[in-house]
Nanobody
Framework: QVQLVESGGGLVQPGGSLRLSCAAA????????MGWYRQAPGKQRELVAT???????TYADSVKGRFTISRDNAKNTVYLQMNSLKPEDTAVYYC??????????WGQGTQVTVSS
């Protein structure tokens, strides 16, 4: 079992910034692909951004140019820098770790609320 612990969520005004962190308690972190997903009330969970073990990143169209995913393998941590936040970014954000065909783990989620 892999433990993923997210932090950094909170309440922010539109146009503001937050940085989410996800610490992974596993030796397979550096060879795993990591991702951030989000789920708003009444909606399905959706992909926000991913970063492969080699550092290749992908983003949802809705966050391109505003969010940046990064990873620090020395700290077993993946980050999501969120700038120019909008009310529609309000959701619970989840960290995801994938390795191989069967290893797929989720964090407990952290709430991000964008409101004035």
């Amino acid at each position: 079992q892999v433990q993923l612990v997210e932090s950094g969520g909170g309440l922010v005004q539109p146009g503001g910034s937050l940085r989410l962190s996800c610490a992974a308690a596993t030796i397979i972190f550096r060879i795993s692909d990591m991702g951030w997903y989000r789920q708003a009330p009444g909606k399905q969970r959706e992909l926000v951004a991913t970063i492969t073990s080699g550092g290749t990143t992908t983003y949802a169209d809705s966050v391109k140019g505003r969010f940046t995913i990064s990873r620090d393998n020395a700290k077993n941590t993946v980050y999501l820098q969120m700038n120019s936040l909008k009310p529609e970014d309000t959701a619970v954000y989840y960290c995801n770790l994938r390795w191989g065909a069967t290893s797929n783990y989720w964090g407990q989620g952290t709430q991000v609320t964008v409101s004035s």
